[in-house]
């Protein structure tokens, strides 16, 4: 079964502008991961933010966890048109063998100039 | 290093055909996995592998078969394929034992059955 749940389903907003994402899940997890994909290709790993983290950066994406909530929150600043994408957090909650991921619907972000 | 190669990137099959999407990586990773995409469902998984001749199910594993006979090769068949089964698949494989699970995909394979 899916556990995470981005919000929202989609998302417009015009370069330079910040954009959030947000992801609930369900279960207790170890990690949380955002991956992104573009248009007809396959996923690419973003960031990754273990159980014991709060917060986490990488260039220009800011992700933050919050395990009581059982949610998850990505921040893209200053974004370009480059960054139009879906993207989609990933826990690894409800795994029996502890490797399967488990992907929410994904956020569909448009960036227009 | 080309990473996660998955073949054909197209196919186009007939209701109760059989055939074989292929996945092989060169990373040396022991996760392999497979998904399927649809609309408005995100990503599914299939089958998965933790290591060579160690294979097991998935969210959706009904109609679908996999092995794992080298590290390098997860292939995934479908024996009698139904119109259930058009999709986008993604082969993904991760090195395991790291903690984390972060996967590299293929470029995706859109399989449609008429």
């Known amino acids: 079964s899916q556990q995470g749940e981005e919000d929202p389903q989609a998302l417009s907003i015009q370069e330079g502008e910040n954009a959030t994402m947000n992801c609930s899940y369900k279960?207790?997890?170890?990690?949380l991961q955002w991956y992104r994909q573009n248009s007809g290709r396959g996923l690419v790993h973003l960031i990754l933010i273990r159980s014991n983290e709060r917060e986490k950066h990488s260039g220009r994406l800011r992700v933050t966890l919050d395990t009581s909530k059982k949610s998850s929150s990505l921040l893209i600043t200053a974004s370009r048109a480059a960054d139009t994408a879906s993207y989609f957090c990933?826990?690894?909650?409800?795994?029996?063998?502890?490797?399967?991921?488990?992907f929410g619907k994904g956020t569909s972000l448009l960036v227009t100039p | 290093n080309a990473g996660v190669t998955q073949t054909p990137k197209f196919q186009v099959l007939k209701t109760g055909q059989s055939m074989t999407l292929q996945c092989a990586q060169d990373?040396?990773?022991?996760?392999m996995s497979w998904y399927r995409q649809d609309p408005g469902m995100g990503l599914r998984l299939i089958h998965y592998?933790?290591?060579?001749?160690?294979?097991d199910q998935g969210e959706v594993p009904n109609g679908y078969n996999v092995s794992r006979s080298t590290t390098e090769d997860f292939p995934l068949r479908l024996l009698s394929a139904a119109p259930s089964q058009t999709s986008v698949y993604f082969c993904a494989s991760s090195l395991a034992g790291t903690g984390a699970n972060v996967l590299t995909f293929g470029a995706g394979s859109r399989l449609t059955v008429l």
């Open positions: 279960t207790s997890i170890n990690n």
């Open positions: 990933a826990t690894d909650g409800n795994s029996n063998s502890g490797y399967a991921l488990n």
């Open positions: 990373m040396n990773h022991e996760y």
């Open positions: 592998s933790v290591g060579a001749g160690i294979t």
